[in-house]
């Protein structure tokens, strides 16, 4: 082989490895966690149930009845362990008073579960529930992986006059919300211990 022909051959593979290379990093750059899982993301503070759970609740995620009171709520987010994966057909039970404060304990009105998809997500259709004394506005919910421990929490409204004096409020645990004309939008994320 001439000399010439060897370094020019040499220079032809090195080039193709740098060029294999920057694809490699390409790829890793692309396969980063999307920013709305950091890394070391936080298990939901676990909450007391309170005296107004019941179990059975009816299988929908829309607690929605006709002519039913109140300003309609769409709640929407994921269910993801602390690794950031998402957790497929974990239960979401939510329970909650009624736009004058009151808690259906003889039926199921403003009760339902509901199981989250394949990729985790969750859609739940209700209103906002109204204040009753000693606490600030609240959602109660249970969430559970399959087969896994049941996380019992709260959700709170942001810029409510009674979070300050609720004693169990927790910033933690606040929705974020949009306001819309007709419907409010919210969203949050359940990360539960690996
Ligand atoms: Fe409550």
Redesign the pocket.
Known sequence: MERRGFFSLLAGMSTGLCMARMAGTAQAQSLRPTPSCPDGAQPTPRQTA???FKPHSPERASLLEPGMPGMKIVVTGMVRLANCQPVPRALIDV???DDRGA?DNAGFRLRGHQYTDDQGRYRLETIV?GN?PG?TR???VNVQAPKGPVLTT?LYFPGEAGNAGDPIFSRELVLRVQDGAEVRAATFDFVLRA
């Open positions: 309170g005296p107004y329970w909650h008073a808690y529930p009753y606490r609240h959602f109660h709260q």
